[in-house]
């Protein structure tokens, strides 16, 4: 049995996240977090997910959500997942990371963590993002300069970061397959006279509208001819059954900072 505990209980994803957990036969929810001051705190997580006869309640204090953890299962904010990836560092403690909005200093936080702790650290945990990102690399590579590059991206009107972490996947798949400097390549928007578009430039914009969970279309423009590869998200569920497929995976391994690729096999 591994034995979990979900940051963010409270939260859209936490509350999924959890509740698959409990529904599980191999794993156990023993730690269950939320900000101070959360309405939430001191409760029992029964009352949160629905489900009688569980003894874990929600805490504001991450090292007492871990004592009894094999693993951390974070997709919360930045500054709460790297408060919780400190402690899980200091205790040896595994982690599941899909928060997303991190900048270039905490991204450095993390890689130094993954240096004591066994992490998986991905932006989507999708199965179908994962494949995606794989077919983009292919196809940027096989078509070539010649064809432009353009991407948007979709989600619901309370995403908090733009461009989303998975943009920013493909932008990175895309950048490592053309060799371009993705601080120099990418432009998030346009406006006014803007000149010529470069070759080598790779557009990103974000809309952000309604309740969308997440939609993604990597558009490749060519001489007479357009591809485009799409993936929509329906429910938040696909991302929390990549974490749970990396929360099995990611147990027993050696330190490392690891993505789903590894989890899925793909870097093999």
Not at 169 to 175: D, E, G, N, P, Q
Not at 183 to 204: C, F, N, S, Y
Not at 245 to 261: C, D, E, F, Q, T
Request: charged share 20%.
């Amino acid at each position: 049995m591994i034995r979990v505990t979900v940051a963010g209980i409270a939260g859209k994803m936490g509350n999924i996240l959890a509740k698959l957990v409990v529904n599980t036969t191999d794993l156990e929810l023993v730690g269950a977090t939320e900000a101070s001051g959360h309405a939430m705190i001191g409760e029992n997580v029964s009352d949160l997910i629905g489900r009688r006869g569980l003894g874990v309640r929600v805490t504001d204090k991450i090292g007492d959500a871990l004592l009894e953890a094999d693993v951390l299962l974070d997709f919360t904010a930045p500054k709460s997942t790297l408060a919780a990836l400190e402690i899980c560092a200091k205790n040896r403690i595994a982690a599941v990371v899909g928060t997303t909005g991190f900048d270039a200093a905490q991204e450095a936080t993390i890689r130094k963590y993954a240096e004591t702790i066994p992490m998986v650290y991905a932006p989507n945990m999708s199965l179908g993002v994962n494949l995606l990102a794989r077919l983009v690399a292919q196809a940027t590579k096989a078509l070539g300069p010649e064809y432009d590059i353009e991407m948007v991206e979709v989600h619901h009107r309370q995403k908090a970061d733009s461009p989303s972490g998975t943009a920013l996947l493909f932008a990175r798949t895309v950048a490592d397959a053309r060799g371009i400097d993705i601080e120099k390549g990418l432009v998030w928007g346009r406006r006014g006279k803007t000149g010529i578009r470069p070759a080598d430039q790779i557009g990103v914009m974000s809309l952000r509208a309604g309740d969308i969970v997440g939609e993604h279309t990597i558009m490749f423009a060519g001489p007479g001819e357009r591809i485009e590869l799409i993936h929509r998200a329906h429910s938040r569920e696909t991302f929390a059954q990549g974490a749970l497929r990396a929360i099995r995976w990611i147990v027993g391994k050696n330190p490392g900072l690891y993505s789903m690729m590894d989890v899925l096999g793909l870097n093999d």
